[in-house]
């Protein structure tokens, strides 16, 4: 038993389907299991086009949702809690991701990730029996874990913030006068009031006469609002009558009106400097390779992409990949990967003593025949062969998948085709998947869109992020997947990079650009920023032309001058 129940089809109410919380005996309490399933039921939803809206209730008498299970947590190690966030964030991802509308119908105690739930709705119809409240500073918990993330945009700052600091709670009537719930109900009526509602969206849902041409994460533009005053008649929604996507922000954290996200407190950096931009530069003297990637290593950034094993007619700049992981001197704290094309260069890397390999497929059919010579799903069946043998041989193995945002041969790359390609890996084993923007093509909402479809299919997979910043949206992109909590991505000491089979593609965000924005921001990196630049000012000594970091050109905005 997950504890969610899903019922697609409700006599007298096609289109209409129903998720609930089936877990009484806890007042709904959501642990993994069931955050799990959640998300899972989300997923499917979104791709079901005889579904029109949904109807989100909980089972029992005492509770809607009292957030999460803390009793489980209690229970957790700290690398449990860490590796259960993103399950939580995956469910409730995958309801705001929904397309079709969903009604929250609320009774009982509706506290803390159960707020959350409803907030997450386009509407919520209470019965007089509900309790809202978002209690997290009363127990000793961080704003922001709970429903406080969402409680801007239906109460405004100042509301908002009085809910948030003070933990107080809501009863049906206060919640309906502040805006909180859109309309309040005799006890008992809330879940067939919602389903009758619901009923009359499904018959003129916008959605319901278009085809699903795009994922569920499409959703983060769609979400189309309407109210009706408290006691007021029902009414359907004007058809096609759009708003801007929801905010995740809430008040601040500090007074400075900061976000309040699932922005995560520290990131991972992967240093690919030394091979993705190295090998869009002309060719590097081996010791010269050697020396930058030493230098990177006293930084204090803990992942560094070395070398990559390919062909030397295909990509000379990477022919000595072999002498340069030979003369380097590694420091013990810092992670040395190195990435292949195909099995016969995963091999070498394995040969070289490589613990950590990352293999490349393109979701773009047409690049990846430039890059490797064949389509998609063949490097996909043998990416399958390189996870099997990577681990039999003690390593991980991380898949790129490139082109994730755009391909300079097909245009647009469907999200649907890239996250089949993700969903190809996973299925094969991949330790983590990687998203590439090749060609500098991704926009913060294109990065929403993926990154929130990758959350609700693959919630336990790890993500990291590789942008490009040929069009200059590399940071801001950046900062899209923060406040959707990816907590990995790559960067390139100066900027270097590019991709040989990308014209046009130059440019990965530059390491110490992302350190400087992310640092100010309260985000940990481990980096040394100073140093940092001085490994840039190096790497454009070796390869004898400007590179194209500004915090290299002007330093820190720490940094002054002598009046």
């Known amino acids: ?115 959350e739930l409803a907030l997450s709705c386009d509407m919520i119809v209470a019965d007089e029996t509900a309790v809202f409240g978002l209690p997290e500073t009363t127990v000793g918990l961080v704003p922001g874990g709970g429903g406080t993330q969402l409680a801007l945009r239906r109460l405004g700052p100042g509301r908002a913030a009085d809910l948030v600091l003070s933990g107080r709670r809501v009863d049906a009537g206060e919640a309906a006068r502040i805006g909180l ?87 991972s950096l992967r240093e690919v400097g030394p091979r993705d931009g190295l090998q869009n530069e002309d060719p590097v003297p081996t010791p010269a390779k050697i020396a930058l990637i030493d230098r990177l290593g006293h930084t204090g950034v803990s992942r560094i992409e070395a070398v990559s094993f ?37 091999r070498r890397a394995l040969d070289a003593g490589f613990t950590e390999v990352e293999v490349v497929v393109s979701a773009s059919d047409t690049h990846n025949r430039k890059n490797v010579n064949r389509s998609t799903e063949q490097s996909l069946d043998e990416i399958a062969v390189v996870i099997d043998e990577a681990h039999q041989r003690g390593a991980t193995c991380q898949v790129i998948v490139s082109t994730a945002w755009g391909c300079p041969y097909e245009g647009d790359v469907p999200v649907d085709r890239v996250l089949w390609a993700a969903g190809r890996a996973v299925a094969d084993g991949a330790d983590s998947v990687s998203f590439g923007d090749t060609t500098g093509m991704a926009t913060p909402r294109r990065v929403r869109d993926l990154v929130g479809g990758f959350r609700s299919r693959f919630p336990g997979t790890p993500l990291n992020l590789h942008f490009h910043n040929t069009r200059g949206t590399g940071l801001a992109n950046v900062l899209a997947a923060l406040e959707l909590g990816v907590d990995d991505f790559d960067a390139s000491v100066g900027g270097l990079g590019g991709c040989p089979y990308a014209p046009g593609a130059t440019g990965n965000i530059a390491t110490e650009e992302l350190v400087h924005m992310v640092e100010d921001m309260g985000v940990a990196t481990g980096v040394d920023l100073d140093a940092m630049i001085d490994a840039a000012a190096e790497a454009e000594r070796i390869v004898g032309r400007e590179l194209p970091s500004q915090v290299l050109r002007a330093g820190p905005r720490t940094r002054t001058i002598p009046a």
């Open 310 to 346: 390919v062909r030397a007619d295909a990509i000379p700049q990477m022919a000595d990949a072999d002498e340069v992981w030979a003369g380097v001197a590694r420091v013990p704290t810092v992670r040395y990967s190195a990435l292949a094309p195909n099995l016969r260069g995963a």
């Open 181 to 267: 719930a859109d309309r309040v109900v005799p006890p008992g009526t809330a879940c067939p009031e919602a389903i009758e509602l619901a009923g009359r969206m499904a018959a003129g849902s916008p959605v319901a006469g278009q085809p699903f041409a795009r994922g569920p994460a499409s959703a983060w533009r769609r979400r189309w609002r309407w109210r009706t005053r408290p006691g007021a008649p029902p009414r359907c929604p004007p058809t096609g009558a759009r708003a801007s996507p929801p905010s995740t922000r809430s008040a601040s954290r500090n007074g400075q009106g900061s976000d309040m996200s699932d922005m995560p407190a520290r990131i």
């Open 1 to 115: 038993m997950d504890g969610v129940i899903v019922r697609e089809r409700i006599a007298g109410h096609p289109g209409v389907a129903e998720i609930m919380l089936d877990r009484a005996e806890a007042m709904n309490a959501i642990n993994t299991a069931m955050a799990l399933r959640l998300a899972q039921a989300c997923a499917e939803l979104a791709t079901d086009r005889q579904v029109r809206a949904v109807v989100l209730y909980g089972t029992g008498e005492r509770a809607f949702c009292v957030g999460a299970d803390l009793k489980e947590r209690n229970r957790m190690s700290d690398a449990d809690f860490l590796r259960q966030r993103p399950v939580f964030r995956a469910a409730f991802g995958g309801l705001l991701a929904l397309p079709q509308p969903v009604i929250a119908a609320v009774h009982g105690y509706a506290l803390g990730g159960g707020c």
